[in-house]
């Protein structure tokens, strides 16, 4: 026994090595090009304002839309990813305007948005799975967006362009943002996400008795595949 683990045991591992050499080399190859990975994602947004209207101290009513992107992990390290990419989000989200008249306005938007996050990755190495967790700054420029006008019990309603001269919000929105994801295979992954505006989103003034520095507040679902 002493003699073939003296002799037979490095024989052996030399042998797998040189067998496993064009294995490790092609191995190599492949993951020199998925340096950058790329996450296309799908999913959809509950959207708000997180800042109080009427003096009232609950949020306003949430609404939901669509989420689509594709994002670009850059490593840092084993652990440290940077991440950036381009994404349109639908964000909004609904006032109850006028108490007295009972009318309610619902604002849509849809933003192109980069987000500039910082990932840390928890490998569970016995299946070959990891928790991230993604944090950092946003910017965003909005596309396009509807915003509807409509009394209690009436069919018909007014609608206007949202980021009009006559429209409740601004173009721009930058803020922080917060990732939670389950990666599968290192392939498949599932995003739990939310987003606090750090800017003005609506315009001051535009609905009565709200407070000036009203911004979006928007969480997400999305399932993704990194190729």
């Known amino acids: 026994m002493n003699y073939l683990l003296k002799r037979g045991l490095p024989s052996l591992i030399l042998l797998l090595s040189l067998a496993a050499y064009p294995l490790m080399a092609q191995e190599t190859v492949v993951t020199a090009k998925k340096k950058f990975p790329v996450e296309l994602r799908v999913g959809f947004t509950s ?24 994002i670009v992990n850059c490593p840092l390290s084993k652990t440290f990813n940077f991440q950036t990419g381009l994404v349109l989000i639908h964000k909004g989200g609904k006032l109850d305007a006028d108490h007295e008249n009972d009318k309610a306005i619902t604002i849509d938007g849809v933003y192109l948005q980069a987000p500039l996050y910082f990932s840390a990755k928890v490998p569970l190495r016995r299946y070959d799975n990891s928790f991230n967790f993604n944090f950092g700054p946003y ?3 909005a596309m396009a967006g509807k915003t509807t006008y409509k009394s209690s019990g009436s069919k018909s309603s007014l609608s206007f362009d949202t980021f009009g001269d006559q429209g409740p919000l601004n173009r721009l929105d930058a803020g922080l943002g917060l990732e939670f994801q389950f990666e599968l295979k290192h392939k498949v992954v599932f995003t739990l996400g939310s987003e606090m505006g750090m800017t003005r989103s609506m315009k001051k003034g535009w609905v009565s008795g709200t407070n000036d520095l009203i911004a979006n507040s928007t969480n997400y679902l999305s399932i993704g595949y990194k190729f």
Do not use: M
């Open 139 to 141: 910017l965003a420029y």
């Open 47 to 70: 959207a708000s304002f997180d800042t109080p209207y009427n003096n009232e101290s609950t949020p306003s009513p949430s609404k939901v839309g669509f989420y689509l992107g594709a």
